[in-house]
Nanobody
Framework: QVQLVESGGGLVQPGGSLRLSCTAS????????IGWFRQALGKEREGVSC????????DYADSVKGRFTISRDNAKNTVYLQINSLKPEDTAVYYC???????????????????????WGQGTLVTVSS
């Protein structure tokens, strides 16, 4: 069964940090680009970050550049999203996803387009509040 499972969300104060994890199963993880998306209450889902199969290509939304860092450990079938200097506007459900298209480490690998996503995780909630 092809699956992505997120973890690491929680309640954090403004300025705090979290590390989200996305663990894959059921497919050859190191072939594929993985993306992180988020959806705040009442808003559309938006792309946050993306990483190519070996990590050679990464991409960030302007709103998170300099605060979020994406990485992956292919031996553990896991992608991480380190989120620092959290703001209340970062409050959202965070999802990881893949399109199961072999982009390699080309410039086509990122950003990951929502309309081509084949597998979504169930999401993990990040709440930033004092």
């Amino acid at each position: 069964q092809v699956q992505l499972v997120e973890s690491g969300g929680g309640l954090v104060q403004p300025g705090g940090s979290l590390r989200l994890s996305c663990t894959a199963s059921g497919f050859t993880f190191d072939y594929y680009t993985i993306g992180w998306f988020r959806q705040a209450l009442g808003k559309e889902r938006e792309g946050v970050s993306c990483i190519s199969r070996t990590g050679g290509v990464t991409d960030y939304a302007d709103s998170v550049k300099g605060r979020f860092t994406i990485s992956r450990d292919n031996a553990k079938n896991t992608v991480y999203l380190q989120i620092n200097s959290l703001k209340p506007e970062d409050t959202a459900v965070y999802y990881c996803a893949t399109d199961l298209i072999i982009h390699g480490d080309s410039s086509w690998a990122c950003p990951l387009r929502q309309e081509t996503v084949e597998v979504w995780g169930q999401g993990t909630l990040v709440t930033v509040s004092s």
